[in-house]
């Protein structure tokens, strides 16, 4: 079965950080560049981050400094540690994974999605 799960989100307080984690259920995940993806509620779909097969990586300028995305093709997880968060990073964070070779931050270009995991940064 084809999925991606994500874990992770929470409650922190602003300057905090939490990790995400993505599980993939994926033949082949090395195959997959993976994304992360951001939805805060009455806005768009938002890119984050993205990882490519061969481990190079890319972050939008909102959180670029603040977030990275990693793999692991061995443990099928791809992971988005946020640090220094803001209030405005609060959102619904869902990962995306896609065969393309070209790497491309537009959702309609991912094939799968997970559910979404949500993070909330308040005092």
């Known amino acids: 079965q084809v999925q991606l799960v994500e874990s992770g989100g929470g409650l922190v307080l602003p300057g905090g950080s939490l990790r995400l984690s993505c599980a993939a259920s994926l033949p082949t995940f090395s195959n997959y560049a993976m994304g992360w993806f951001r939805q805060a509620p009455g806005k768009e779909r938002e890119f984050v981050a993205l990882?490519?097969?061969?481990?190079?990586?890319y972050t939008s300028n909102p959180v670029k400094g603040r977030f990275t995305i990693s793999r692991d093709n061995a443990k099928n997880t791809v992971w988005l540690q946020m640090n220094s968060l803001k209030p405005e990073d609060t959102a619904v964070y869902s990962c995306?994974?896609?065969?393309?070779?070209?790497?491309?931050?537009?959702?309609?270009?991912?094939?799968?999605w997970g559910r979404g995991t949500l993070v909330t940064v308040s005092a």
């Open positions: 990882i490519g097969q061969h481990g190079n990586a």
């Open positions: 995306a994974a896609t065969l393309r070779r070209t790497m491309s931050v537009i959702p309609t270009n991912f094939e799968v």
